[in-house]
């Protein structure tokens, strides 16, 4: 029976030492002082603390302790954002709108799909649209994106304004536009080409970019206009 008694002991101390270590473990809460109110931030990872003035701080229990700001301090509001912006299509360069599938950049007033994507389009399309046309550099290969489009703004929009707009990134993080030292030259119904665009008349053109081989099997497509950076369309 004592012996029962001390297992049983030892059994709750146990318990008790692990939900303790548990509780430990919970991710400490990180604030910035913002006029005098502490505003809830994401916590640095190493936290480390600092004997400089701070505005930023760990709270244990009712303590709170000076620790090194996080650089750039985000919000748990600002990451809680970021993190449904992830999961929402279009919204991330990782989680882009699916081929076929309209998106919207809703700060311009259109609706896009990427309807498709001719990934070696030199020989088939480019050579032969226009004599003065250059092959692709080595290394490169001509891109041809083909974007149906509905303006729903209410600012007035033109093909060329949209055409500069789309922008092609890969996995090398290298920018590739329409226009540049890199171009295809000459192509058939080319978006930039449409003039200015009434109403909700719906609009169709190709877009070509040179793009390094590397980068083809990653590319992605996507909104830069105005400081906005998405949203994003997938090309595969």
């Known amino acids: ?3 029962f008694a001390f297992l049983s002991v030892a059994l709750v101390a146990a318990t008790a030492a692990l939900t303790g270590a548990r ?4 991710a400490p809460a990180c604030y910035e002082t913002v006029g005098g ?3 809830a931030i994401v916590c640095p990872s190493p936290i480390k603390t600092t004997k400089a003035k701070t505005i930023c701080s760990k709270k244990s229990g009712a303590t709170y302790s000076p620790i090194t700001c996080p650089n750039p301090i985000v919000t748990k509001a600002q990451a809680a954002e970021a993190a449904r912006a992830a999961k929402t299509p279009g919204q991330t360069k990782g989680n882009p709108y699916p081929l076929g ?3 919207y950049t809703s700060a311009s007033g259109w609706k896009l799909t990427v309807t498709h994507v001719n990934f070696d389009a030199w020989a088939s399309v480019v050579q032969g649209a226009s004599p003065s046309n250059a092959a692709p550099p080595a290394g490169y290969v001509d891109v041809l994106v083909t974007v149906n489009g509905v303006y729903v703004g209410d ?6 304004e949209l055409a500069d707009a789309m922008m092609t990134i890969g996995q090398k993080g290298v920018t590739y536009l329409i226009t540049g030292s890199k171009n295809c030259g000459t192509i058939p119904n080319n978006l930039e080409q449409i003039g200015d665009i009434y109403g909700t008349t719906p609009v169709s053109g190709n877009l070509c970019y040179q793009v390094a081989t590397s980068d083809v099997a990653s590319l992605v497509l996507y909104w830069n206009q105005n400081g906005a950076n998405g949203p994003w369309w997938a090309l595969h």
Do not use: E, I, V
Not at 155 to 160: H, K, R, Y
């Open 1 to 3: 029976m004592r012996t």
């Open 23 to 26: 509780a430990n473990a919970a």
């Open 37 to 39: 109110h502490k505003l």
């Open 101 to 103: 599938s309209p998106g």
């Open 155 to 160: 600012q007035g929009a033109n093909g060329s």
